[in-house]
Antibody
Framework: QLQLRESGPGLVKPSQTLSLTCNVF??????????WAWIRQPPGKGPEWIGN???????YYNPSLIGRVTISLDTPKNHFSLNLRSVTVADTAVFYC????????????WGQGALVTVSS | QSVLTQPPSVSGAPGQRVTISCTGS?????????VHWYQHLPGAAPKLIIY???NRPSGVPDRFSGSKSGTSASLVITGLQAEDEADYYC???????????FGGGTKLTV
């Protein structure tokens, strides 16, 4: 059964770059049938879509984050990554990685989530 | 601000039925895009429980059902059990985002 696991620093200083990695287990990141996504959920709020990436490297980002966000993938390491630049306290959230079928728009597999706090 | 609107909380006694609503707009549900539902238990990964408005993934009890009409959708849980106590989120594609949009979540208390 496919599993996803987020990893990265739990604390980032304001103005710095938040970097997280999502490792994919029991499946290939280069599936023609799926996109890979990052979602975040600030404390007390609903989830927010950050962006998707496909095996080809094609990316799709939330317009509110364009200019600050980059999602990339590493096929040999079977993981994909999130970089969010110039963070502020408003970027504090639980970050999830997830999988979407190409032919649909639901998220059928999620990671456990990683809390990232932005604080000096 | 979430693109879909849900009530912050609902509650019901064991064995009862509850309905969680999800209201969208012409840029998501009203444009014909499907609605999906997730159950989120504290400390766990969110779990897909309804996809394509009405479909249940393998292993999800038939106590959970979904529907969609116009710019809204609903999740119905019958025969409430203590283990159903969780946060529930609706989700659809949103054309203004160019990606998935979520509701703010509904906390179910049993």
């Amino acid at each position: 059964q496919l599993q996803l696991r987020e990893s990265g620093p739990g604390l980032v200083k304001p103005s710095q770059t938040l970097s997280l990695t999502c490792n994919v287990f029991n499946g290939s990141i280069c599936s023609s049938s799926h996109y890979w996504a990052w979602i975040r959920q600030p404390p007390g709020k609903g989830p927010e879509w950050i962006g998707n990436i496909y095996c080809s490297g094609s990316t799709y980002y939330n317009p509110s984050l364009i200019g600050r966000v980059t999602i990339s993938l590493d096929t040999p390491k079977n993981h994909f990554s999130l970089n969010l630049r110039s963070v502020t306290v408003a970027d504090t959230a639980v970050f999830y990685c997830a999988r979407l079928p190409v032919a649909d728009d639901y998220l059928d597999v999620w990671g456990q989530g990683a809390l990232v706090t932005v604080s000096s | 601000q979430s693109v879909l609107t849900q009530p912050p909380s609902v509650s019901g006694a064991p064995g009862q039925r509850v309905t969680i609503s999800c209201t969208g707009s012409s840029s998501n549900i009203g444009a014909g895009y499907d609605v999906h539902w997730y159950q989120h238990l504290p400390g766990a990964a969110p779990k897909l429980i309804i996809y394509g408005n009405i479909n249940r993934p393998s292993g999800v009890p038939d106590r959970f059902s979904g529907s969609k009409s116009g710019t809204s959708a609903s999740l119905v849980i019958t025969g409430l059990q203590a283990e159903d106590e969780a946060d529930y989120y609706c989700q659809s594609y949103d054309t203004s985002l160019g990606g998935v949009g979520f509701g703010g979540g509904t906390k179910l208390t049993v």
